[in-house]
């Protein structure tokens, strides 16, 4: 699909016939309209531009959300610059490794923990701002006393709008290069897909600093001229109090079990849906069923990842599959590749790979790892192991890279295990992901360490917790003489998946 123009002029084309509807409904009663946003956007803008930020340049933000949050996310668009969101979890010695390898013009930090990361930001160079939840921080100060930028910078189709860092298997994070024309490609189908019009209300109780949240909920609503019921973060009940205002909700599979737990979660409180949508984590058939039972919505499960965003989709008139991810989206080419990039045959579990419009431009700053991973004729090679049966609809059934998803993040264990190993008394460990009835797989760690000198449980989740994010920290830790490997030496993690299995049931 052709598109030569920023993302922010093609969202704002779509509101501008009635630019006073709400934008943002908040649960305090405030709402803020359409002309509301593009009036802060371009004050934020005059702002990044006085510190530095023109077309090309990266501005990292580690923020909470809140509607200043999502301002300076099209302020960032609207000057053809990159957005790189940072998960608000991370520590600082891990947002000192993105602040080196994005090289940022500017650093938004939340306001009250800015003294961490000064040293970090000045070493490359970042000047650093602040913005807290309540919209408050030297960032706003100066949108305020700056002169707004009203024109939105023209670029090209693949300029680069932001850069989703992803975790690697060797630990190292990578920075997925998403383009003005990969997210509005990626918008408007799923704007299409999944009906969105001006006349729905988006719960939005995702984070805004992933896929999922930031660009799949935000650009489907403004797309279509639709408000969002805007949450600072999932809380059962309050989701459960505002269902009443919304049509259409986005979750983690997290989400819906926590709704399933609460008595007065029913047919009732549902009545005014249209839809809900999960992803982001594989959705239990047991949830799904569970869900359909007792509200009499079938939840419409897609798949997708940071290098793509949305790649197939369950329909959202016909059938829809517990355990099926759905079809390919329009413009997406998906496969089930063996080994050698040919497609198998329906039924054959495989790799699945993609091409369309949607995939990214490519890893920052690593050609090698960028070219790796995809095949000869341009197929990205996704890392999931899939199968298809005869009319396209795919189902995920596992995952070739060391992958685990926990309530809904994306964690690999390497870094993890690195972090473990280095502790006085361990020898070697294992990270796994098991099943978990609320975050989908929880996190397990297997210490190989002689009785004597192995630290226990709590030590080794202390310790980790300096300098390693909340959703990375194993929930269970388990000591043994040694780790199983097989011939070629390599630890069978398919065995302590098998042994630890029931961590959280047990």
């Not at 039924?347 to 490519?362: A, D, Q, R, Y």
């Amino acid at each position: 699909m052709p598109f030569l123009c920023n993302l922010y002029q093609l969202l704002r084309e779509r509101f501008l016939a009635d630019p006073d509807a709400p934008w943002l409904l908040l649960p305090d009663g405030r709402e803020l309209s359409y002309t509301q946003a593009d009036a802060a956007s371009a004050r934020y803008a005059g702002a990044l531009q006085h510190l530095g930020v023109t077309a090309g340049e990266r501005v990292l933000a580690q923020v909470d959300k809140s509607p200043e949050a999502l301002i300076l996310y099209l302020a960032v668009l609207r000057l053809g610059a990159a957005y790189v969101p940072l998960n608000t979890a991370y520590t600082a010695a891990e947002v000192a490794y993105f602040l080196e390898d994005a090289r940022p013009v500017l650093f938004v930090a939340r306001a009250g923990n800015q003294d961490e990361f000064a040293a970090a930001a000045e070493s490359v160079a970042a000047k650093l701002v602040t913005l807290d939840s309540a919209g408050a921080g030297t960032l706003p100060e100066l949108a305020r006393a700056t002169e707004a930028v009203v024109e939105i910078a023209a670029v090209g189709a693949d300029a680069i709008a932001a850069i989703v860092y992803t975790s690697g298997t060797t630990g190292r994070a990578k920075g997925a290069m998403l383009s003005h024309a990969n997210l509005a490609s990626n918008a408007l189908t799923l704007q299409t897909l999944w009906g969105f019009r001006a006349d729905d209300v988006l719960l939005h109780a995702l984070p805004v600093y992933h896929v999922h949240g930031l660009f799949v909920a935000v650009h489907c609503a403004m797309l279509a001229g639709s408000p969002m019921l805007f949450l600072s973060k999932f809380d059962a009940l309050e989701v459960l109090a505002q269902l009443g205002k919304a049509t259409v909700m986005m979750g983690v599979p997290t989400f819906y079990t926590r709704l399933l737990e609460l008595a007065d979660f029913d047919r009732t409180a549902c009545a005014r849906m249209r839809l809900f949508i999960s992803g982001s984590a594989p959705l239990r058939t047991e949830t799904w069923q569970a869900f359909f039972e007792r509200t009499g919505h079938q939840i419409l499960e897609r798949y997708g990842m940071s290098e793509a965003g949305m790649i197939t989709s369950n329909p959202l008139a016909g059938e829809r599959l517990p355990g099926s991810v759905g079809f390919a989206l329009p413009g997406v080419t998906v496969r089930v590749s063996g080994e050698d990039h040919q497609p198998l045959p329906a039924g054959e579990i495989g790799m699945l790979e993609l091409t369309g419009p949607n995939v990214f431009k490519g890893y920052w700053q690593m050609p090698d790892k960028t070219a790796a991973e995809f095949s000869d004729d341009g197929f990205f090679v996704s890392g999931d192991l899939a199968v298809m049966d005869q009319s396209g609809r795919v189902r995920i059934v596992g995952r070739d890279k060391d992958l685990v998803i926990s309530g809904g993040l994306n964690v690999y264990p390497r870094e993890i295990e690195q972090a473990i190993d280095a502790l006085p008394g361990v020898l070697e460990s294992a990270v796994i992901g098991v099943p978990h009835a609320d975050l989908g797989e929880g996190l397990v760690a297997v210490i190989c360490a002689p009785a004597e000198t192995a630290p226990d449980e709590a030590s080794v989740i202390n310790a980790l917790k300096v300098t390693l994010a909340g959703f990375k920290i194993p929930r269970r830790v388990f000591r043994v003489d040694a780790l199983p490997r097989n011939t070629m030496g390599k630890v069978q993690k398919n065995v302590l998946r098998e042994t630890y299995a029931g961590a959280f049931t047990d």
